[in-house]
């Protein structure tokens, strides 16, 4: 099956620590991954996207065909950064589509 | 700005009783998905449509159903809530694969509770 692992549950670090949350994958085609973020009381939202080689709120992510992993990384961790993470994988499906599947998630909880 | 709107925030509804979710999109989006978000399982795809009238199954579809008459609008169908289908419903629209940014967005949830 095609999908998104995410190991870890919950990721507790303190303010001004490196974080690195893991994502591997599992895919046959050639994988589109993304990072989805998720504040407190907001609504799900892009964080960043593995083709666009960008560094959005200071976090990074990249692509690593050989450990098929997408690992999302930020040297020196916030304590806004706190939220939960759901790595994302884009499936092929009907009518020329795509579906995003998800991870489990990885809630981060930055300490002051 | 993408907006996606779902009706309800909060919904309490009885067991056996027939459950309308609405979702709404205004970017004209071909696909809209509805998920559904529990602690610990993360994001199951429920059903997602890629056009007017066509819908098809995610991984857990069994007690959904799901109507797509306009475009803008994706409606998520209990036909007989029970209390296991007590949870978080997202509903999301992108926009079809080769047309540009294809990530999706998110509306802000409907919290659910079947007493």
């Known amino acids: 099956a095609q999908r998104v692992t995410q190991p870890e549950k919950l990721l507790s670090v303190f303010k001004g620590a490196p974080v690195e949350l893991k994502c591997n994958y599992s895919y046959s085609g050639s994988p589109e991954l993304f990072w989805y973020v998720q504040y407190s009381r907001q609504r799900l939202q892009l964080l960043l996207r593995?083709?666009s080689r960008e560094s959005i709120k200071g976090f990074t992510a990249d692509l690593n065909k050989g450990e098929t992993s997408f690992h999302l990384k930020k040297p020196f961790a916030q304590e806004e950064d706190s939220a939960m993470y759901y790595c994302?994988?884009?499936?092929?499906?009907?009518?020329?589509?795509?579906?995003?599947?998800f991870g489990r998630g990885t809630s981060l909880i930055v300490h002051p | 700005d993408v907006k996606v709107t779902q009706s309800s925030r909060y919904l309490v509804k009885r067991t056996g009783e027939k459950v309308f979710l609405e979702c709404v999109q205004d970017m004209d989006h071909e696909n809209m998905f509805w998920y559904r978000q529990d602690p610990g399982l993360g994001l199951r795809l429920i059903y997602f449509?890629?056009?007017?009238?066509?819908?098809e199954k995610g991984d857990i579809p069994e007690g959904y159903s799901v109507s797509r008459e306009k475009k803008e609008r994706f409606s998520l169908i209990l036909e007989s809530a029970s209390t296991n289908q007590t949870s978080m419903y997202l509903c999301?629209?992108?926009?079809?694969?080769?047309?540009?940014?294809?990530?999706?967005?998110f509306g802000q949830g409907t919290r659910l509770t079947v007493v």
């Open positions: 593995h083709i």
């Open positions: 999301a629209s992108s926009l079809r694969l080769g047309q540009g940014r294809t990530e999706a967005f």
């Open positions: 449509s890629y056009d007017v009238k066509m819908k």
């Open positions: 994302a994988l884009k499936l092929r499906a009907s009518g020329g589509s795509y579906i995003p599947t």
